[in-house]
C-alpha cells in the first residue's frame, strides 16, 4: 500500500492531507508555474503592456526570422524543444541562467523542432523565453510581475519563488532522508520554479477556472470537453489541478510516486465530481 505524502482539495470536500503532507506547507508546483506566466501575458495585454501577438523581437534580442510570437509561446505552438539543449541529468536546470537563456536566444531560429505555427510542442524552454519577455515589458523581475498582475489581484500571498524554509516540505527517501529538490530559481523559473501551499495553489485553481477573476482562463490551460486542467513535476513533487464547467474543481499534490499515479488520481476526482 502506498505511502505516498499525499494533499487533496477539491470543492466537495474538507482538505485532506495523509503521510505527513499539509495544506499549508510550501511544496514545489513545477508547470503549474506556466498558469502564471500565461495569466500575466494575458493580463498585460489587455492594459496595453504588450500584445500577444507581439514578435518575440520587439522585447528580446534574437534573430529577426523567427517568426515567433508572444502568443506562439504561450500555447506551446513556437516549435521550441521541451528542454533547453544540453541539460545535465542531475540537477539539471541548476546552471541554466540567465546568461545560458541568453545564449539560446541568439541561435533561436537554428534550435526549433518544427515550423512555427505548425503543431503543439510542449516546451519549458518556450516559457523560459515568455517569462525573459515579460520581466522586459514590464521592466521588472519575472516574479514581481507575477504578483502585480495575477496574485496581489487574486489576494493570494502564499505562492513564491523562495518560500520561508522552515515551511517547506520536501520528499523523503531511504530512513527518512531528505531528498534535494530541483534548483529552479534560475532562468527556468516562468516554467516550472515557483512554490506555494497547496491550499493557495487550490485558491490559485478556483479562482481563475471556475469564478474567472482575471476574465477567460490564460492559453496555457488545456482543456477537453468540460474539463480545464494542467499538471506540474519537479525531481519529487507532482500536482494535478483541475475544474469543470459545472463548477467542480480539484487540486492534488503527492511528493514522491509517479507523475502518472498523481494525474491518475485527479482526473479520477474529476470524473466524480461530474457525476455529482
Known sequence: ??????????????????????????????????V???????????????????PVERWLK???????????????TAGLPRQPPGLPRRNPYL?????ALHALLDQLNRITVRPVGEAREYSNLGYAVLGAALS???????ERVVQDYVLEPLGIREITSCPPEERCLYAT????????PWALSGAILPAGGMWAT?????????????????????????????????????????????ALTNGAWVLVHRLGGTVADTDRTGAQLLARLGKG
Open 62 to 76: 534574437v534573430p529577426q526570422d523567427t517568426g515567433i510570437t508572444l502568443r506562439h509561446l504561450v500555447d506551446h
Open 95 to 99: 546552471s541554466f541562467d540567465n546568461a
Open 173 to 180: 527517501g531511504v530512513l527518512g532522508r531528505r531528498l534535494r
Open 198 to 242: 497547496p491550499h493557495a495553489a487550490a485558491d490559485l485553481v478556483r479562482r481563475l477556472l471556475v469564478d474567472q477573476e482575471l476574465g477567460e482562463p490564460a492559453p496555457t490551460w488545456q482543456t477537453a470537453g468540460k474539463v480545464t486542467w494542467h499538471t506540474g513535476a519537479t525531481r519529487n513533487n507532482s500536482v494535478f489541478a483541475g
Open 1 to 34: 500500500m502506498s505511502r505516498t505524502p499525499t494533499c487533496v482539495l477539491t470543492s466537495a470536500t474538507e482538505p485532506q492531507a495523509v503521510h505527513g503532507h499539509s495544506p499549508y506547507r510550501f511544496v514545489q508546483i513545477g508547470s503549474l508555474t506556466k
Open 136 to 142: 522586459i515589458a514590464a521592466k521588472a523581475p519575472y
Open 36 to 54: 502564471l506566466t500565461g495569466t500575466a501575458l494575458m493580463r498585460m495585454s489587455e492594459v496595453g503592456a504588450l500584445d500577444i501577438d507581439d
